[in-house]
């Protein structure tokens, strides 16, 4: 009789452990189950991370940004330009005009309009002193603030000095100085700011607070030993425009002189 081969007379009880591994196609059921293939249109989600939350994390799948997501970011810093500094920077444009009809009603010297021009102007100074505060505590600062803050003080300034100038209660002399002052250090500022910025000083700060309460005090139909204050006020203020405005081209040309000589040592640097 011929031999019967080894594994079919020694049955399973000799077959090598990798013969007995059960094949992927012999699973059980629940096996299967748990290994078939998604369904069409669920989403595939990484390891330790459900369908949902891959879903809500990544919509459009393979990493992409989600659709739109420029317009969003766009929209974001459209509406970053609408902040509580910039109304009030606004604001005191608006008032400017409102100021100036005020100031000029009844042929500008009525007490009770002049009083209500006092209020606008008062109003404009007081915002004046929160915009630019509230824009550098609160991360506010933008490039509308950064032009229109200036436009603004300047305009509210320069409305109420030319108004009582051509209602003859200031000297014109008063007005063109302070103007001259105002707007050749704007510029000037503009010019040097290639080097660096000029910063704000006390003295000019002061200088801002001796002008306001200076040109409300005129504004104010004030008579007596008031009117005589308010003389000695705008005085200071001349005298500290001036000043101030003397400091600030020193600073400019020290600033420039600095930006240069490291220019060019820069410059002498790179050719060695």
Not at 148 to 154: C, Y
Not at 204 to 229: I, S
Request: glycine share 10%; net charge positive.
């Amino acid at each position: 009789m011929t031999g019967v081969p080894a594994s079919a007379a020694g049955g399973s009880s000799q077959a090598s452990p990798a013969s007995q591994a059960t094949p992927a196609s012999q699973t059980s059921p629940g096996s299967q189950a748990s290994q078939a293939a998604p369904a069409a249109g669920a989403v595939v989600a990484p390891s330790g991370v459900t369908a949902d939350a891959a879903a809500i994390a990544d919509p459009e799948g393979a990493g992409k940004p989600p659709r739109g997501a420029k317009l969003a970011a766009a929209a974001v810093n459209q509406a970053s330009v609408w902040n509580i500094a910039n109304l009030l920077t606004m604001l005191r444009l608006v008032l400017v005009p409102g100021f100036v009809a005020l100031m000029l009603a009844d042929g500008g010297y009525d007490p009770a309009w002049r009083a209500f021009a006092w209020a606008a102007f008062a109003i404009a100074m007081i915002t004046d002193l929160f915009d630019g505060h509230l824009a550098r505590t609160y991360n506010l600062v933008t490039d509308f603030g950064k032009i229109a803050d200036p436009i603004a003080d300047k305009a509210i300034m320069g409305a109420a000095l030319i108004c009582l100038s051509s209602l003859g209660d200031l000297p014109w002399w008063v007005t063109i100085v302070i103007l001259a002052r105002e707007l050749g250090i704007t510029l000037m500022r503009f010019v040097v700011i290639r080097y660096g910025v000029i910063p704000a000083s006390r003295g000019g700060k002061l200088k801002t607070l001796t002008q306001g309460v200076a040109v409300g005090m005129y504004v104010l139909a004030l008579t007596g030993w008031l009117a005589t204050l308010r003389w000695w006020v705008m005085a200071a203020a001349v005298v500290l425009t001036v000043v101030t405005g003397l400091d600030y081209v020193r600073q400019a040309v020290v600033l420039r002189r600095q930006g240069i000589a490291e220019r060019k040592a820069a410059l002498e640097e790179t050719q060695a």
